[in-house]
């Protein structure tokens, strides 16, 4: 049976100047990117009428492009510019997923290595409803891990990266948690298996210390600020899992959900505690006030 193709969710994509709708089939059998992985994405939000950090992710997506050897061929403030035209064609009462994306369409040097003059780009919009941040989440320990530089393009928000991802979230599932912490290849505690991740012991706030292993993303940068600004001590560190074992409270970031508090690490209940909350609310307050701005 022929699989299918339509978008989950309404979606517009901005093609060699023009906006699409559904899931228009840009890419392929003879692809590059179709067989060899060469793509590179970002992501932002689109709620309430604003996009938090749109400048930030669209600046991102062109470093991340030019860190896999694509060529980006879109300037930061038109991808913004984009977005903006783009959200028009929804009916804003959900919130939206912001994509923009690089591919190579042609390899170089025997195929494998990418041709620069053939990066294509597109910018992908579609409904994704934000949780409220009141939940939580459950934990585990990912047998997996994280690459580091030497191995893979950590230093790009690159599409080859993700099926390492997927499947740190498929064993996780598969023993009834949610997401799974991850270690580099030292045995530190990195991420989550698709956000950042966050503990706090006696009122101080700890993340795992940025070693070009993970993507220290965005959304966690400016998390790291508010609550700086509000006056707690934001540490990062070196991090085992022996700390987040003894952590008073575990929460995550990421541009997804924003900010999630975590309620279950193995086999141990945990609060959805004060300072999740917090930095959900500073968020959200500096979101709104920063477009009003």
């Not at 984009?82 to 994306?101: C, H, I, N, R, S």
């Not at 294509?120 to 891990?145: D, I, K, V």
């Not at 991802?165 to 989550?192: H, Y």
């Amino acid at each position: 049976m022929a699989v299918d193709t339509s978008p989950r969710s309404v979606t517009w994509t901005y093609v060699d100047g023009e906006w699409l709708s559904g899931n228009p089939p840009l890419i392929g059998p003879t692809s590059h990117a179709m067989w060899l992985g060469s793509t590179v994405f970002d992501g932002a939000r689109f709620f309430d009428g604003i996009a938090p950090d749109l400048d930030l992710h669209c600046q991102r997506v062109n470093r991340s492009a030019t860190a896999l050897g694509l060529k980006p061929t879109v300037k930061p403030e038109e991808i913004e510019a984009l977005t903006w035209e783009g959200a028009k064609k929804f009916d804003g009462q959900t919130a939206l997923y912001v994509k923009p994306m690089y591919w190579a369409e042609h390899g170089a040097a025997g195929m494998v290595a990418i041709d620069p003059e053939s990066t294509r780009f597109a910018l992908c919009l579609f409904e994704a409803p934000m949780g409220n941040g009141h939940g939580g989440s459950s934990l585990t320990l990912s047998p997996f891990r994280r690459p580091t530089l030497e191995s893979m393009p950590t230093d790009a928000k690159a599409g080859c990266l993700y099926p390492n991802n997927a499947r740190i979230l498929t064993e996780a599932r598969s023993r009834g948690f949610d997401n799974a912490l991850v270690r580099d290849m030292l045995g530190n505690i990195a991420e989550t298996g698709s956000s950042n991740v966050f503990l706090v012991k006696d009122g101080v706030v700890f993340t795992p210390a940025a070693n070009r292993t993970f993507l220290a993303g965005i959304t966690r940068f400016r998390v790291m600020t508010l609550l700086r600004e509000a006056g707690f001590e934001v540490v990062e560190a070196t991090l085992s899992m022996a700390d987040f074992e003894a952590a008073d409270e575990i929460f995550t970031s990421g541009n997804y959900s924003k900010v999630l508090p975590v309620t279950r690490l193995d086999d141990r209940d945990l609060q959805a505690g004060p300072v999740a909350a917090k930095a959900r609310d500073l968020y959200m307050d500096w979101a709104h006030s920063s477009q009003d701005a």
